[in-house]
């Protein structure tokens, strides 16, 4: 994942994880690099791997819910969702 921002104040010399939450703004292209955007405005650009999974909201105590689809055919824009990676 990465900022798309060209502020050079927080530019980011070392890796870690964390999780994200925005709207898709514009769907996997052919690299499977798609955009969300966080409610305060800030833009991210995530791209997928091989080790990418996805997984549908459930109640507590019931089981895993495979979606069914391909990812890349899950990221509309306007959808909402929760994104864990590697900045």
């Given at each position: 994942m ?8 927080n530019q ?10 925005g ?6 292209d052919?690299a ?9 405005g ?12 996805g997984e ?5 105590g ?9 990812i890349?055919n ?5 959808r ?8």
């Open positions: 990465s900022q798309s921002s060209g502020s050079a104040v980011l010399n070392f890796t870690f994880s964390d999780t994200i939450a709207y898709v703004t514009a769907p996997p052919d499977g690099i798609f955009r969300v955007a966080t409610t305060d800030r833009e991210y650009e995530i791209r997928l791997t091989s080790e990418a999974y549908v909201i459930r109640n507590l019931e089981p895993w819910q495979d979606p069914g689809d391909r890349e899950l990221l509309a824009p306007g909402y969702l929760f994104v864990y990676g590697v900045f």
